[in-house]
């Protein structure tokens, strides 16, 4: 991975810096959500209802990571547009993009929601080719954060520094939990979006075959349900839908970023046709079916969307 050296030749990563800053503002956002439950009035690129914790998660991200130096440019769901950070992108820069709250529709519930992060050295949008690292905090009973890059998979548990022990004064200890995070071998769990009546019937037919094999985890929430696939084995999907055959989720800041993270584990990830990180975009704001887990179920899946 290309390190952008600091002036002292220092051996922080643009990526670890990154990081860095997402993992400080964590605990920040996590402490914000009970104040921003509601709807802010406006909606996003995707032309989807913001809730004022997408606002505010949104906000603070944009400030901290556009301030990393070697972050050339930003993309987020809550924003229309890539915002400038200075520094070219792809030779020496890289560009950011985020969904700075994901799940929303569970703060009212206070279901687990996340953030999820790509770090691409091409300008956006770009295929999941390009991503360096990619990674994600989840807000859960435990905010966990989990990074991956080319050395693979690892989880962090993120804790507000209230006694000071961290030596870089971030205001959040991280602790390594897992530093090899693989998808186990056997699957247990499934998920899967949208509603049943609006998939579609090969769809539904590879569905029906998994609900005979696995256990029903859908919390709707893609991080929360990526980390189920993750920890415990199987498969989650946000499929196309007859009314929508490019699913929901969004390819640059969803999407990628998963399907990055997923296969570093050893899984796989599909667009029901292609590997999603050979999904090529036209948009910052492209959706795409997004379908990941253990080799053999995506391997399945794309057999029973292909006949
Ligand atoms: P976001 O809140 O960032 O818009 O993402 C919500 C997404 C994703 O987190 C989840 O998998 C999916 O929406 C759930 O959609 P349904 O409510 O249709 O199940
Ligand atoms: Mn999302
Ligand atoms: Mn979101």
Redesign the pocket.
């Known amino acids: 991975m290309d390190d952008a050296r600091d002036a002292e030749g220092g051996a922080e990563s643009v990526v670890d810096a990154v990081f860095d800053a997402v993992a400080a503002i964590a605990p920040e956002i996590r402490a914000a959500l009970p104040g921003r439950r509601v709807e802010s009035g406006t909606e996003n690129a995707s032309g989807e209802t913001v809730m004022a914790g997408d606002l505010y998660a949104d906000e603070l991200l944009g400030e901290a990571i556009t301030a990393v130096d070697g972050v050339g440019s930003f993309v987020s769901?809550e924003r229309e547009t890539a915002v400038d950070a200075g520094g070219s992108v792809g030779d020496g820069a890289y560009a950011v993009a985020i969904?700075p709250l994901?799940?929303s529709s569970n703060l009212r519930s206070n279901n687990a929601m996340g953030t999820?992060v790509g770090v691409y050295d091409a300008p956006l949008p770009a295929t999941g080719r390009d991503l360096v690292a990619a990674g994600y905090v989840l807000y859960g009973p435990i905010t966990t954060m989990v990074i991956a890059d080319e050395s693979g998979v690892r989880e962090e548990v993120v804790e507000s520094d209230a006694d000071g022990n961290d030596a870089a004064d971030s205001g959040v200890t991280r602790t390594v939990v897992e530093d090899d995070l693989r998808l186990p071998a056997d699957p247990t769990v499934y998920g899967f979006g949208g509603r049943v009546p609006d998939w579609p019937d090969d769809f539904t037919a590879y569905a029906r075959e998994i609900e005979d094999e696995l256990k029903l985890r859908y919390g709707g929430?893609?991080v929360g349900d990526v980390n189920q696939v993750l920890t415990y084995g199987g498969v989650f999907a946000y499929p196309a839908l007859v009314d929508a055959p490019d699913g929901k989720?969004?390819l640059q800041f969803?999407a990628n970023p998963i399907a990055y993270i997923v296969e570093r584990a050893g899984g796989a990830a599909s667009d029901g046709r292609i590997d999603v990180l050979d999904v090529e975009p036209e948009g910052l704001h492209d959706r795409v079916p997004l379908y990941v887990g253990n080799e053999a179920l995506i391997e399945r899946l794309d057999a029973a969307l292909s006949d």
Do not use: I, S, Y
């Open positions: 769901e969904d994901d799940g999820v929430a893609m989720l969004r969803e």
